[in-house]
């Protein structure tokens, strides 16, 4: 007899259904995935609003990335980054004596010594970077493009974003306006000095 059972079809159904449901509930997405849907349905708003064109669309897929990292990072308890303008690096003779280039020398550098987010990304680069003959490129700064940046535009998500981080990346933005400023003077007061190493230290890092 050839004919089908509706029971045993029937019953192949439901364990099909309960598979996808399976399936669905695996690809469930992550509170990180969640934070960057939500983020660029602003954006998105927000594009929208104003129109597109290149430079707009550049700054709002940068802000994307730049508050999705960050997010990363306040969800791990770390602080946002700051990266100082200038910071000491490798000279040209080091060049020549690349893989013998020591964690050490890279984590003593004047401005990369006590800035977290800059010796995160040696001591995490640096077994690869020596596998590939670039401890020269890892101490000039080449790899600091793996750090969170700043957001060019600011909002926070409800309920997400804690307001302490924000205000931190807040902090750090204008302080990188004001030495975009002042780079136009050659002069900076002692006292301001002090004023901003304690700043660094303050918001910088942890």
Known sequence: DNT???SIIL???????HIISENDHEKKKTEVELYEAETWDYLQTLMT???EDEEVSHEYLQ????????YQRQRLGKSPCYIPKEYEKCTESDKLRGDDITMDEL?????VSGNTCLEEVRQS????AKSMGMLYELCQGEFDINICQI????FM????????YYAKMKAIKARIKREENDNIDDIVPCANIIGDEAFVNDIGDE
Do not use: M, Q, V
């Not at 984590?107 to 401005?111: A, C, D, Q, R, S």
């Not at 998500?157 to 302490?164: F, N, P, Q, S, Y």
């Open 4 to 6: 089908w059972d509706p």
């Open 11 to 17: 019953e192949n159904s439901d364990i099909t259904k």
């Open 49 to 51: 609003e104003e129109g």
């Open 63 to 70: 802000t994307w990335d730049a508050k999705t990292c960050n």
């Open 107 to 111: 984590l003593n550098k004047e401005g």
């Open 125 to 128: 680069f640096y077994a690869y």
């Open 151 to 154: 957001p060019k535009i600011d």
């Open 157 to 164: 998500i409800d309920e997400k974003d804690d307001t302490g």
